[in-house]
């Protein structure tokens, strides 16, 4: 499938110039194409914000919702219709800051959605405020001394939480994020891929260079079914590590642990009330 | 004034929380039910899980009751601190049945060696089964039909669990049986009815099964008194009717969950109450945005904050009502018996899914934990009207038309794309500052009023169309009023119970015109249904009848409100 097919044509994008969310919207085009998911099947779900704006720039079904609420969402609409390709794309602040107590809780439920977050370490919509994984001592204009938090650690908590892929990119490294996504989306289980982006308006430290060289990629005898190993990665800050950290391919996507499909494995949508079995329910209440 | 009925009378049970008030209120009403007698049953019990007091009323009558009274007739006392915990509604008349140990000494207390009879069964543990004998006794009901009870109701127990139950039941019983021989308690006389096809359910029974009816196929929900019974229903279900039911990490992943699942293509609910809701009003603002549809049932307590988590209140309409930012339409439902709150949950979904709007469910903790006898519900009487398009290519989902509703696709099905977007959007979901098409954009949601106000639910005036005096209830005290007209027995007095209280019928100025007085009953502090008629029609009704003290208006307190009020 050529990524073409996605394309939206001559339309308005709201970012930058030279703004990292451009690179990460033309790997996921060609990660799509290179997996033969058409338009019609997938279904992108985003929170507020810039990266949060990404569906409406590739053609496909979405749902851009809420400040930090795309993981719910996300959750429910693949166990509504198990046949969708499901992916939920939005920044660090939505994802981390807003959403945090849901991204904890979605990777215990473990849908079998991809979760793409750009982290730029840095607010963009609302100009420049720190994010959850801005680094300490970043100065702006709400953190003027510097931020004083510890930045949050998304890959640490996910492998602690036990999520099932895990795993980090920079944009600067155009073919391996694109590797990442496919792997990611074709994981059975909740994927998170935690993509590094410079933000070139507000982020003047953790620029394009400032990646380059505090990232390293992750050596070929790492293995990821090493859980201590990988939260090992996850907790380096010196040095920040790229690729695969963790994968657990042992446990059952939510949607398939469920009741609700025991007798009729088919979406939603096309279930139908059983009166009879309704009417022996009231019955019962003689 | 018609003084109630002989044959109707009020059995109060009360004891400490794990007691097991809970298990002889099951028993008790299957007994009665099945001895012909029809029966009420409410509870009000504290936040806690053992410990306190809580209490449980049974109304036993050869004629319909389907309402709270303040009247004891018999009161078991569980433990001491009853007699206290009730003191308001222990009368003159009330005879309070207590063991035999107590301490305290009263002119109608009946002692009965309860812990005894127990202990010689096989310990405390059955005592319960001794009250159940004891009351069954007082009201002479054959032994076959007790035991019928106790045999399916200990089901899963042990064969010598089930008969020492049997056995405890039994010297309770005659314990009962000579309570009444001697002369000591008089009972009245009950005309059994046959009762067989009637069912027992309760308000979050009823808000279930009409869900089900209505084609909810997944709810999402964090638990949260007095309306997690709807979960727990739902999800015990889940697997026979194919529902996806989760309990969310909060409220707000809960209503999140909901309008992706109906985006998807399921009929989704939420279930929760007013500090829950608080929580989900942003995402009744999503909703109100992508005109997805969405169900969500809200069982009032008292607030403000955490308020009084197990008690009862009708303070959250103007909550419902204007939880969420923006201006958008939507449908608050408040039925009042437990058979409109089957039909008109079942109506939710269907009136979700035609105008694309949030449909709340307003019921409250004495609505949903009131149990009575009700003929049989009609699973095949709802239609499931579904409003999903199979999409084509160029599909729009937020097409502009003139009555307001774009036709909804859902993802997957049609060769189409579905979009929702939170921002101001076009007409193919897309971000748009185009200021112009924010002004049609309003319009287009704003003019689904239209269609939703015809479609309004009809108010309901009983006991006739022609009166001079009219009093207006909303919700759960639909069964306390119809009860308090019908003791005061006056024909110039009518009900007018209005069980959708946002958008209002069109006819309720021309019936609130009508009346020469006009009082308003509401269990909350404000009156905010008046408050909203006003906004609605203009007509202020000045007479107002209100409580907010956490326990439900009760049949008597209506009657002397109403009686005051006329005099």
Known sequence: ?286 | MKSSSKDDYSIVLCGQAGQGIQTVESLLMKIFKSAGLNIYATKEYMSRVRGGLNSTQIRVSSKQVRAFVKRTDLLVALDDGAIRHLKKRIGKDTIVLIDEKTALQSQNLVKAPISELASKTGGKIYANSVAVGIICGLFEIEQKLIEEQLISFFAKKDADIISKNIEAQKSGYEFGESLVQSGTITMPQFEPCDLSDDIVINGAQAVSLGAIAGGCNFISSYPMSPSTGVLVFLSKHSEQFGIVAEQAEDEIAAINMAIGAWYAGARAMATTSGGGFALMTEGISLAGMLETPIVVHIAQRPGPATGLPTRTEQGDLELALYGGHGEFPRIILAPGSLEQAYELSAKAFNLADKFQVPVIILTDQYFVDSNYNIPELNADGIKIERAIVETKPDYKRYELTKDGISPRGIPGFGKGLVTADSDEHDEEGHITEDLDLRVEMVNKRLAKLTDIIAAAEKPELWPSDNFENLVVCWGSTYHVVKEALENLDRSDTTMLHIAQVYPLHESIKTTLQKAKKVAIIESNATGQLAKLIKLTTSFEIEHKILNYSGLGFSVEQITDAINDWLK
């Open chain 1, 1 to 286: 499938m050529d990524s073409e097919k996605y394309n939206m044509g001559d339309i308005d994008i709201a970012w930058c110039p030279g703004c990292g969310d451009f690179g990460i919207l033309t790997v996921l085009k060609e990660a799509l194409s290179e997996l033969g998911i058409a338009p019609e099947e997938l279904v992108m779900v985003s929170g507020i914000g810039q990266a949060a704006k990404i569906p409406h720039y590739l053609k496909c079904n979405f749902f851009n919702g809420l400040h930090g609420r795309a993981l719910p969402a996300a959750t429910a609409i693949k166990a509504s219709n198990k046949t969708l390709t499901v992916i939920a794309e939005s920044g660090d602040g939505d994802m981390y800051g807003e959403g945090g107590n849901h991204f904890i809780h979605t990777i215990r439920r473990n849908p079998n959605i991809a979760n793409f977050v750009h982290n730029n370490m840095v607010y963009g919509l609302t100009k420049g405020q720190a994010s959850p994984t801005s680094r300490r001592g970043f100065v702006t204009p709400v953190q003027v001394a510097g931020v004083i938090l510890e930045p949050f650690n998304p890959l640490a908590v996910a492998i602690s939480l036990e999520a099932s892929f895990v795993a980090r990119a920079f944009i600067g490294d155009k073919e391996q994020t694109k590797e990442l996504m496919k792997k990611a989306i074709v994981h059975k289980g909740y994927a998170l891929l935690d993509i590094f982006q410079p933000c070139v308006s507000f982020n003047k430290i953790n620029n394009h260079k400032w990646f380059k060289e505090n990232t390293y990629y992750i050596d070929e005898s790492h293995n990821p079914y090493d859980r201590n190993a990988a939260f090992a990665l996850a907790c380096e800050t010196e040095k920040l590590p790229l690729g695969l950290f963790y994968l657990n391919e042992e446990k059952e996507p939510f949607e398939d642990c469920i009741t609700a499909y025991k007798l009729y494995d088919k979406p939603l949508y096309k279930h139908q009330i059983d009166t009879k079995k309704l009417q022996g329910l009231i019955n019962g209440f003689y």
